[in-house]
């Protein structure tokens, strides 16, 4: 089945420094990937949904200038966390739709982020 | 606009006993429904996914839901718990136009008592 790899699978970084997650896909080509957060025992929430070629559509509340999406080519987008404090730890997990098959969606198996 | 409601934030069963995890969904156009299972320290699993074919759907692992769309509801079901099935399930709507936006519910703890 189609794979969606997910890159780091774990991060350590100090307060102030930027961390980049990537997400790819590894056997089909997706014009939109979505990026999601999730807080320990809690659910998973959508942060933004990542076009290739355009810019990212962020959901309300998501600081567009903090996480930076960028969809550079169809089997990769990148979420940079920028300039990290504490309270950005967290599980973050991106998903991806074939282009042309948008019913079909396959996830990631998510980046858990330490901000120390 | 999508949403969607787990009713139950955690779900205790004994081990051999039915399950029921209940979803209520909302949308303005058909969506599409799926139920996700996230074991500890572990990635999502899709358990099974509704888009609009036959109602009652069959999943891995012996659960299955049916959409019922008078009551805008996608609960999943199984006969009989395993200790294995202990973890968060998440019901998930998926809109099939626009941006075919993804929302998960808040997810629903299921507990297997030995």
């Known amino acids: 089945g189609a794979v969606v790899s997910q890159h780091p699978s774990w991060v350590i970084c100090k307060s102030g420094t930027s961390v980049k997650i990537e997400c790819r896909s590894l056997?089909?080509?997706?014009?939109?990937m979505f990026w999601y957060r999730q807080f320990p025992k809690q659910s998973l929430m959508l942060m933004a949904t990542?076009?290739?070629?355009?810019?990212?559509?962020?959901e309300q509340g998501v600081e567009k200038d903090k996480f930076l999406i960028n969809h550079a080519s169809l089997t990769l987008s990148t979420l940079t966390v920028t300039s990290a404090h504490p309270e950005d730890s967290s599980f973050y997990i991106c998903?991806?739709?074939?282009?042309?098959?948008?019913?079909?969606?396959?996830f990631g198996s998510g980046t858990q982020l330490s901000v120390l | 606009a999508q949403s969607v409601t787990q009713l139950d934030s955690h779900v205790s069963v004994s081990e051999g006993t039915p399950v029921l995890l209940r979803c209520n969904y909302s949308?303005?156009?058909?969506?599409?429904l799926f139920w996700y299972v996230q074991h500890p320290n572990k990635g999502l699993q899709l358990l099974l996914k509704?888009?609009?074919?036959?109602?009652l759907v069959k999943g891995i692992n012996g659960f299955e839901a049916e959409f019922k769309k008078s009551e805008t509801s996608f609960h999943l079901t199984k006969p009989s718990a395993h200790m294995s099935d202990a973890a968060e399930y998440f019901c998930?709507?998926?809109?099939?136009?626009?941006?075919?936006?993804?929302?998960f519910g808040a997810g629903t703890r299921l507990f297997v008592k030995a």
């Open positions: 998903s991806a739709s074939p282009t042309g098959l948008r019913e079909k969606l396959f």
């Open positions: 056997d089909f080509q997706a014009t939109t």
């Open positions: 990542s076009n290739e070629g355009s810019k990212a559509t962020y």
């Open positions: 949308s303005s156009y058909s969506p599409s």
């Open positions: 509704y888009t609009s074919a036959a109602t």
């Open positions: 998930v709507v998926r809109g099939n136009t626009g941006g075919f936006k993804t929302i």
